[in-house]
């Protein structure tokens, strides 16, 4: 019942924006913490930015800390990641997930998960 669809992903220069979205249906959307995670080939999914139902509870990985900003719009059940700086290291998919326990950063502990968009920063 509950989907999540990411979208907003492409092909940017390094040093370019992206701002990437996910849309929740089938549940109430304000109930949930939603995370952004992302996995680059050959290596594992890393966490990369969570906020929580109110938007006062936000964290973020150290390495787009400063770059990257996670919001949401309960009105719309839809989640953000504005992407600025952009690094060729960025380069991933990127998933956005939900959970309704208060995870942030455990993938593990995710309930739902969208079909991954693909984000590549060229040098």
């Known amino acids: 019942q509950v989907q999540l669809v990411e979208s907003g992903g492409g092909l940017v220069q390094a040093g370019g924006s992206l701002r990437l979205s996910c849309v929740v249906s089938?549940?109430?959307?304000?109930?949930?913490?939603m995370g952004w995670f992302r996995q680059a080939p050959g290596k594992e999914r890393e966490f990369v930015a969570a906020i929580n139902w109110s938007g006062g509870r936000i964290h973020y990985a150290d390495s787009v800390k400063g770059r990257f900003t996670i919001s949401r719009d309960n009105a719309k059940n839809t989640v953000y990641l504005q992407m600025n700086s952009l690094k060729p290291e960025d380069t991933a998919v990127y998933y956005c997930?939900?959970?309704?326990?208060?995870?942030?950063?455990?993938?593990?502990?995710?309930?739902?998960w969208g079909q991954g968009t693909q984000v590549t920063v060229s040098s």
């Open positions: 089938g549940r109430t959307f304000s109930s949930y913490v």
């Open positions: 997930a939900a959970n309704d326990f208060g995870y942030y950063y455990r993938a593990d502990k995710y309930d739902y």
